[in-house]
């Protein structure tokens, strides 16, 4: 059974840079695993930023980007602002499934 | 404006069944693949199915696999998931998704609808 980790929490400072990272147990996170990343803020559904490891929707902010590093797709916020504290899920596609990390809780303080 | 919105939820016994819908709009659900996603309370998200435009192809999670059923009826824009034999571990929140095949994931999510499982 795959198992995707992220770290369960992490805190920045407003105006701040913060990286995220997804590993997975079955080795290396590539572009072919098609990485994404959601927020979820609590009662509300999941919400998408990142596509195929750096791909923006339409709706997501400068501010989010989305990279490999080491082996681990990672998100990064730049100039982190009040309203993305949040909790932030990565998602890896292996073909015939999804595996969904445990989420990052990201608390702005 | 894409919207997705589940409704079935509710309560049931262990062993109970439940059918979810989820009603599309504000786009050509014909031509779009969706997914289903669940989240226990307190956990994280989980993939539960996968069903193509067509309904040719389709896939669930080995949690699910032998007691739950996706299906769709692209003439009246909605996706369904029959879920048989229930369990206390299948209490959460599922959430129909619209996949996009080049982004490996879901775009649009809908609001969720709860289902709980207890006696």
């Known amino acids: 059974q795959t198992v995707v980790t992220q770290e369960p929490s992490l805190t920045v400072s407003p105006g701040g840079t913060v990286t995220l990272t997804c590993a997975s147990s079955?080795?290396?996170?590539?572009?072919?695993?098609?990485p994404n990343w959601f927020q979820q803020k609590p009662g509300q559904a999941p919400r998408a930023l990142i596509y195929?490891?750096?791909s923006k929707h339409s709706w997501t902010p400068a501010r989010f980007s989305g990279s490999l590093l080491g082996g681990k797709a990672a998100l990064t916020l730049s100039g982190v602002q009040p309203e993305d504290e949040a909790e932030y899920h990565c998602?890896?596609?292996?073909?015939?499934?999804?595996?969904f990390g445990g989420g990052t809780k990201l608390t702005v303080l | 404006e894409v919207q997705l919105v589940e409704s079935g939820g509710g309560l049931v016994e262990p062993g109970g069944s439940l059918r979810l819908s989820c009603a599309a709009s504000?786009?050509?659900?014909?031509?779009?693949?969706m997914k289903w996603v669940r989240q226990a309370p307190g956990k994280g998200l989980e993939w539960v199915s996968y069903?193509?435009?067509?309904?040719?192809?389709?896939y669930y999670a080995d949690s699910v696999k032998g007691r739950f059923t996706v299906s769709r009826d692209n003439a009246k824009n909605s996706l369904y998931l029959q879920m048989n034999s229930l369990r206390d571990e299948d209490t959460a929140v599922y959430y129909c998704?619209?996949?996009?095949?080049?982004?490996?994931?879901?775009?649009?999510w809908g609001q969720g609808t709860l289902v709980t499982v207890s006696s």
């Open positions: 504000g786009f050509t659900f014909s031509t779009y693949t």
């Open positions: 195929s490891t750096s």
């Open positions: 079955a080795g290396a996170v590539t572009s072919g695993h098609y």
């Open positions: 998704a619209r996949y996009l095949v080049v982004a490996g994931g879901p775009d649009y």
């Open positions: 069903i193509t435009s067509s309904s040719t192809t389709i």
């Open positions: 998602m890896v596609y292996y073909g015939f499934f999804w595996v």
